[in-house]
């Protein structure tokens, strides 16, 4: 006679992204449940905040009764080892389980079912992210759009105007790259960029969702925007490269963000100029939701 569901443990892996959330929990393999939901509320340098947060997202998500067995969380934002162990440490206060708490972009290698590797992420930011033999957590980039974040949607759209702003300094015509930034953010004139774009509340989002004029000009045969895009590729390389100076394997790369992944003129620019600066590295496209790479450190935890 097989086990009930109820009988098995209880794994709950969190994948609490920039925009949504995603919580899975399985009874050995038996779903027990898949819910989605906004990552509004999410305070991640506010430990005891962000602990009282996952807590009440889990009490949803469950069966009324059900006590997880063991919990992952990779959450957004969680930069730091010391931070993401303070929401651990946290979380004790609502579950009497195992629970490990890592920033979201660790959930990748995990997800593809490696033990080991870098994980790359270029959505909105970008990021990457990987450990040292000894179990050390490392992370390059991930600095946010004004300083950072090369290769993610936010920064293709800086550089873009960037190089719109040159050609105009230049006394050259608007190519189909500046009538698409203009046309996007909805200005007369080259110029009136700068306003536009400096104006933003949310800058990573706000600049980010210009992105798809990048590649669209790019396939009208814009050379400044082909530059961008392949300019962002070696960025992107350049990030796994890093974490390959300072120890970390690199061998197998797991690339995701909408971005990327969405843009295959990106994602072609990255593994050539990956290619040539390390060339025993191999680039995998993440197939699964990260949640899986949740639910794989929880079962970890049993």
């Known amino acids: 006679m097989q086990d009930s569901p ?16 995603h919580l899975r929990a399985l009874a050995g393999d038996t779903p027990v449940a898949d ?7 999410w305070r991640p340098h506010d430990p005891v905040a962000a602990a009282g947060w996952l807590a009440a997202l889990v009490a949803d998500a469950l069966p009324a009764g059900a006590r997880p067995s063991a919990v992952a969380v990779g959450g957004h934002a969680c ?8 929401i651990r440490t946290a979380l004790r206060l609502h579950f009497d ?6 920033g979201d972009a660790h959930l990748l290698v995990p997800a593809a079912g490696l033990d080991k590797g870098t994980a790359l992420v270029a959505g909105t930011g970008s990021v990457a ?11 390059v980039g991930g600095w946010g759009a004004v300083l950072g974040d090369e290769g993610g949607a936010a920064g293709l759209v800086r550089e873009a105007a960037r190089a719109v702003w040159a050609a105009h300094d230049r006394g050259e015509e608007p190519d189909s790259l500046a009538l698409g930034l203009i046309a996007s953010l909805d ?7 700068a306003a536009a774009l400096e104006g ?30 392949t300019q962002a590729g070696e960025a992107l390389a350049a990030l796994v490269t890093r974490l390959a100076a300072r120890g970390v394997p690199v061998d197998d790369v797991v690339v995701a963000g909408g971005t990327i992944l969405a843009q295959p003129a990106l994602y072609e620019a990255f593994t050539t100029a990956l290619a040539a600066t390390a060339p025993t590295a191999q680039a995998h496209p993440l197939q699964v939701p990260p949640v899986e790479g949740a639910v794989t450190l929880a079962r970890s935890l049993l």
């Open 79 to 86: 930069e730091t080892p010391r931070q993401c162990e303070r």
């Open 129 to 139: 992210v990987g450990r040292l033999p000894d179990g050390t957590a490392v992370q």
């Open 6 to 21: 109820s009988a098995r443990p209880l794994v709950v892996g969190i994948d609490v992204g920039g925009t949504k959330t």
């Open 97 to 102: 389980a195992p629970a490990l708490v890592v």
């Open 200 to 229: 933003a509340s949310d800058v990573s989002a706000e600049w980010g969702r210009h992105a798809p004029v990048v590649f669209e000009a790019a396939a009208r045969g814009s050379r400044p925007a082909r530059t961008v895009i």
């Open 187 to 193: 200005v007369p004139e080259v110029p009136a960029l």
């Open 35 to 41: 819910h989605v939901r906004t990552s509004s509320g």
